[in-house]
């Protein structure tokens, strides 16, 4: 279990510059929002200079499980976004935190479609 309550499974890279990913053992509910057990998620995409102040499996992973699963269900970014940050005020996170996440994904957002499209 993550200190967030969530029940995952570790699942180890083979190689030592990949991330580790995390698989729900049970489902989660987040602000009206379920993720079933099974999905599969890197957790929150943080550069690793980030992680002492946002780890990827910080007290915020329900959100960031939820934003992932809507993604991979093909929901728009700004709808996924938009739940992220619900689930993040849902949390309790605090104010300046949802606001540098929710900005940080959308940011991310622009820049991966931007990517694309080149």
């Known amino acids: ?3 967030s309550g969530v029940f995952v499974e570790v699942l ?3 190689n030592w510059w990949q991330r580790p990913r995390y698989q729900l053992t049970q489902p989660i509910n987040c602000a009206g929002h379920t993720v079933p057990a099974g999905f599969i998620s890197d957790g929150a995409t943080v550069p690793r200079i980030l992680w002492p102040i946002f780890p990827p499996i910080g007290r915020y992973l329900k959100a960031t499980l939820v934003h992932d699963y ?5 929901i ?8 992220f940050k619900h689930c993040l005020i849902a949390l309790d996170v605090e104010p300046w935190r949802v ?3 929710y900005y940080a994904v959308r940011v991310y957002g622009m820049f991966t479609v931007q990517q694309r499209k080149v």
């Open 12 to 14: 180890l890279p083979s």
């Open 99 to 101: 606001h540098a996440m």
């Open 70 to 74: 809507y993604l991979q269900q093909g």
């Open 1 to 3: 279990m993550t200190p």
């Open 76 to 83: 728009d970014r700004k709808t996924a976004d938009h739940h």
